[in-house]
């Protein structure tokens, strides 16, 4: 299995939480897709295989691709590459975006999958975080989804957020969940380096709650969407039986990917590579045919450390049997020994797997430190 993400560095503006790596401005988009259409022919040997089972066109904000742009796009990579019949093809999109003419072209190239960036059923809160669309916009667009054909549809939430109180998330669950959504993904809001809101958190804004808020919302948020019917299969991801996201899974389990556009990170075992995240660097780079790129080969005790943090996340756990299998019995030998320092409430044990207890999975980071290699 081999996957590929796409990535579309263009928004209209930018939200005052995003650290993903995209521009305000839509200037050189000729230049980009010429740019990326040179990558993925240096690139067309990197998977070790031709067959693909995942497509991500993330950003950015791709729905702001025209329909001939996608099409063109679909064109090329199935010059280099074939999709299985069960491809998962998603893109991500503001609500803004999805009229019901465009949604049918999404599904006239192929789109198969459609993560919609929501992040709030309310007004204030989208204000807040400088979201371009309301809270009608998105139900409606969610619903136009659905209309179209869609019936594989995310959408993204943002918790976590002191101007919501634990009531106010309960109703905003509560819509989500009426919705025709197969997968829901829920993060909480972070406060990132060289973002508005780090400015805004930096003059006093009160933006981020306090932890027993943090709590609250974590568990109402585990409570509601079992109630409807959607298992949490990773700390911020929770899906309809059979309908988590492939791609991302993908990439929890070690499966390679290749990523083209700026910023974005490919990974064949042990190698890991990311793109420049500059656009002028990233298309100047390919017109000259040296891409500015780095990589890192990934020491085994990285590859332990990511695996432990990873598999964390999942509620798969980790597997013993696994871990003996690809990294000796005497790095698991250490893992028992270094798990009997964790506290006791925060994981459990069901056989071969190590899971996270509902306390687990809010210090799930924390628990990985003591977990790693070098713990
Ligand atoms: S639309 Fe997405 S990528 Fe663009 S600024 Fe907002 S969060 Fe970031």
């Not at 995942?54 to 729905?63: E, H, K, Q, R, V």
């Not at 829920?186 to 780090?198: F, G, I, K, P």
């Not at 990311?274 to 590859?303: F, I, S």
């Not at 000796?328 to 044990?349: E, N």
Request: charged residues 25%; hydrophobic residues 40%.
């Amino acid at each position: 299995m081999a996957g590929i993400y796409i990535h579309f560095p263009f928004c209209k503006q930018k939200c005052v939480y995003c650290s993903f790596y995209s521009v305000a401005s839509l200037q050189r988009r000729a230049e980009y897709w010429e740019g990326l259409f040179k990558e993925m022919e240096l690139r067309k040997d990197f998977l070790p295989e031709k067959n693909i089972d995942t497509l991500y066109i993330g950003g950015g904000t791709p729905s702001l691709c025209t329909p001939a742009e996608l099409e063109q796009l679909m064109e090329k990579l199935q010059q280099y590459y074939t999709f299985s019949p069960s491809a998962e093809i998603t893109l991500e999109a503001n609500p803004e975006q999805l009229t019901a003419d465009y949604l049918s072209a999404l599904k006239s190239v192929g789109i198969n999958r459609l993560s919609i960036g929501v992040q709030s059923f309310d007004d204030n809160i989208l204000r807040l975080l400088n979201r371009r669309h309301d809270a009608a916009t998105a139900l409606s667009a969610v619903q136009e989804a659905a209309r179209a054909g869609f019936d594989n549809l995310s959408i993204d939430l943002i918790y976590d957020i002191a101007y919501r109180s634990g009531e106010m998330w309960r109703q905003e669950l509560a819509t989500a969940l009426r919705l025709p959504i197969v997968h829901l993904s829920c993060y909480s809001l972070t406060v990132e380096e060289n973002t508005l809101l780090a400015r805004r958190v930096r003059e006093g804004q009160p933006y981020l709650p306090e932890e027993a808020d943090t709590e609250r919302d974590f568990l109402i948020l585990r409570e509601m969407t079992a109630k409807a019917g959607f298992q949490q299969y990773e700390i911020s991801n929770f899906a309809k039986e059979g309908r988590i996201s492939r791609h991302n899974h993908a990439y929890w389990t070690g499966e390679p990917y290749l990523g083209l556009g700026p910023a974005a990170h490919s990974y064949r075992h042990p190698v890991r590579q990311w793109n420049v995240a500059d656009l002028k660097r990233y298309v100047e780079g390919m017109a000259c045919g040296r891409p500015d790129r780095e990589e890192e080969l990934l020491t085994l005790d990285q590859q332990y450390d990511e695996y432990v943090l990873l598999r964390l996340r999942t509620c798969e756990g980790i597997s013993l049997a696994e871990m003996e299998e690809k990294f000796g019995a005497a790095r698991k030998a250490q893992f028992l020994r270094q798990l009997q320092r964790v506290r006791s409430d925060l994981y459990r044990r069901d056989g071969d797997a190590v899971r996270l207890t509902e306390a687990g999975l809010l210090f799930a980071d924390a628990v990985a430190e003591e977990l790693f290699a070098d713990g």
